[in-house]
């Protein structure tokens, strides 16, 4: 027990991709000189590549963790946080004290207003590589540390249906229901005809069975919202997730009381602080943290305070090489509330070339990487894609 973490180093990858994430670029849509997007009727920005930023914490014994930073946009911010602030109040600390050590972190920013954002997306790698760390230490696998498998197979929808047309979408969508997965969901961004169009042409390929989930990318007012969200359960739309502006407490107690079917809100929020009145108002039905942004001490914890509303756990699954995604599993498989774990396959699939576990999705379902800590560690290969090296 009298191990510390002796060095942290950082990793902020870019690594390409032919389509870009949400399918191909709109005509005269180009990326920006950093290589940044913003699609028609989005406002929302992404990029043309995949980035993430990997936190690697060595031990005093030489044992290496593994983490990853929500790097999407911009991943030599938190680097930045990283190296400039927080690592240096974490060198020659015990990883067993990860969730002293993630409070810590979080109370020395507050008062500067730090206690979101980029700064706690620091803090998120950091806690997934000590827990990492304390589970390899240990011999055991993070979700035996977080006190037991509830779920050994972890249900998943399909997310993203990437195509030209909203035909090709549903052809898409049949292709992954014929694979054994029965819950599908598409973005609204993307749908060129407009929702209803969507879910119209995605119900008639699928049939009445599966699932269907309609990401509105928080596009609309709460009238406009309730309106689109009714005309959809038309169609048996099983949740609608973010019909409105992040900030909208108000709004988003209103569509949440006004319509017929689940409301999903969370990605992009970090802390026990951002739910709790969410919760408290009934703003949703079922919560959609992302591990990337709140680490897995702020995750169990989001998911802990969800239970006493028995509002439910939809983990989100952002732009990552697999760790994040490791982490947000073994958190899930822990989690009384849990139900359906995002699948993001043109993330997912590509990227788990990159490490090394036995993680799977396979018809329906996620499989938990076996080994200690979170089982799963990039290759070396995938560490040559390192922005500004040296
Ligand atoms: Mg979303």
Same mark, same amino acid.
């Given at each position: 027990?009298?191990?510390?973490?002796?060095?942290?180093?950082?990793?902020?990858?870019?690594?390409?991709?032919?389509?870009?994430?949400?399918?191909?670029?709109?005509?005269?849509?180009?990326?920006?000189?950093?290589?940044?997007?913003?699609?028609?009727?989005?406002?929302?920005?992404?990029?043309?590549?995949?980035?993430?930023?990997?936190?690697?914490?060595?031990?005093?014994?030489?044992?290496?963790?593994?983490?990853?930073?929500?790097?999407?946009?911009?991943?030599?911010?938190?680097?930045?946080?990283?190296?400039?602030?927080?690592?240096?109040?974490?060198?020659?600390?015990?990883?067993?004290?990860?969730?002293?050590?993630?409070?810590?972190?979080?109370?020395?920013?507050?008062?500067?207003?730090?206690?979101?954002? $980029?700064?706690?997306?620091?803090?998120? =790698? +950091?806690?997934?590589? &000590?827990? *990492?760390?304390?589970?390899? /230490?240990?011999?055991? @696998?993070?979700?035996?540390?977080?006190?037991?498998?509830?779920?050994?197979?972890?249900?998943?929808?399909?997310?993203?249906?990437?195509?030209?047309?909203?035909?090709?979408?549903?052809?898409?969508?049949?292709?992954?229901?014929?694979?054994?997965?029965?819950?599908?969901?598409?973005?609204?961004?993307?749908?060129?005809?407009?929702?209803?169009?969507?879910?119209?042409?995605?119900?008639?390929?699928?049939?009445?069975?599966?699932?269907?989930?309609?990401?509105?990318?928080?596009? $609309?007012?709460?009238?406009?919202?309730? =309106? +689109?969200?009714?005309? &959809?359960? *038309?169609?048996?739309?099983? /949740?609608?997730?973010? @019909?409105?502006?992040?900030?909208?407490?108000?709004?988003?107690?209103?569509?949440?009381?006004?319509?017929?079917?689940?409301?999903?809100?969370?990605?992009?929020?970090?802390?026990?602080?951002?739910?709790?009145?969410?919760?408290?108002?009934?703003?949703?039905?079922?919560?959609?943290?992302?591990?990337?942004?709140?680490?897995?001490?702020?995750?169990?914890?989001?998911?802990?305070?969800?239970?006493?509303?028995?509002?439910?756990?939809?983990?989100?699954?952002?732009?990552?090489?697999?760790?994040?995604?490791?982490?947000?599993?073994?958190?899930?498989?822990?989690?009384?509330?849990?139900?359906?774990?995002?699948?993001?396959?043109?993330?997912?699939?590509?990227?788990?070339?990159?490490?090394?576990?036995?993680?799977?999705?396979?018809?329906?379902?996620?499989?938990?990487?076996?080994?200690?800590?979170?089982?799963?560690?990039?290759?070396?290969?995938?560490?040559?894609?390192?922005?500004?090296?040296?």
């Amino acid at each position: 027990m009298n191990t510390t973490v002796s060095s942290i180093e950082l990793f902020p990858l870019r690594i390409p991709r032919d389509v870009p994430y949400l399918g191909p670029l709109e005509e005269d849509n180009r990326p920006n000189s950093k290589g940044y997007i913003v699609r028609p009727g989005n406002r929302t920005v992404y990029p043309v590549v995949d980035q993430t930023l990997l936190v690697k914490a060595v031990a005093s014994d030489g044992t290496v963790g593994w983490g990853e930073c929500f790097g999407v946009v911009a991943p030599q911010i938190a680097k930045t946080v990283l190296e400039e602030l927080l690592i240096p109040f974490v060198i020659g600390h015990s990883p067993h004290d990860v969730e002293r050590i993630y409070d810590d972190l979080y109370d020395l920013q507050r008062v500067r207003g730090h206690f979101g954002g $980029y700064a706690l997306d620091a803090v998120a =790698g +950091l806690d997934m590589a &000590l827990w *990492d760390l304390r589970g390899k /230490l240990l011999g055991q @696998p993070v979700w035996q540390l977080l006190g037991g498998l509830r779920h050994e197979r972890l249900p998943v929808y399909v997310s993203g249906l990437p195509g030209g047309t909203k035909e090709e979408r549903a052809a898409l969508g049949k292709r992954w229901i014929d694979k054994g997965f029965s819950a599908l969901k598409f973005a609204a961004v993307v749908a060129d005809e407009g929702e209803i169009a969507e879910i119209e042409a995605i119900r008639r390929e699928v049939g009445p069975a599966p699932k269907i989930l309609a990401d509105l990318h928080w596009r $609309y007012t709460a009238l406009e919202a309730i =309106g +689109l969200i009714e005309r &959809l359960c *038309d169609y048996d739309l099983y /949740l609608a997730e973010a @019909p409105v502006a992040p900030e909208d407490l108000a709004g988003q107690a209103q569509v949440a009381r006004s319509v017929s079917t689940r409301i999903g809100l969370g990605e992009e929020w970090r802390t026990v602080h951002e739910y709790l009145p969410r919760l408290q108002a009934r703003c949703m039905d079922v919560i959609q943290p992302e591990m990337a942004h709140t680490g897995i001490t702020g995750f169990r914890r989001i998911c802990e305070l969800a239970q006493p509303f028995h509002c439910q756990v939809m983990p989100h699954a952002t732009i990552n090489i697999g760790i994040a995604q490791a982490a947000s599993l073994h958190v899930a498989a822990t989690a009384a509330n849990f139900i359906m774990h995002e699948y993001q396959h043109t993330i997912f699939d590509r990227n788990k070339q990159y490490i090394r576990s036995t993680m799977d999705c396979r018809a329906g379902y996620f499989k938990l990487p076996d080994g200690p800590g979170l089982g799963t560690e990039p290759t070396e290969e995938v560490l040559s894609f390192v922005i500004d090296r040296g």
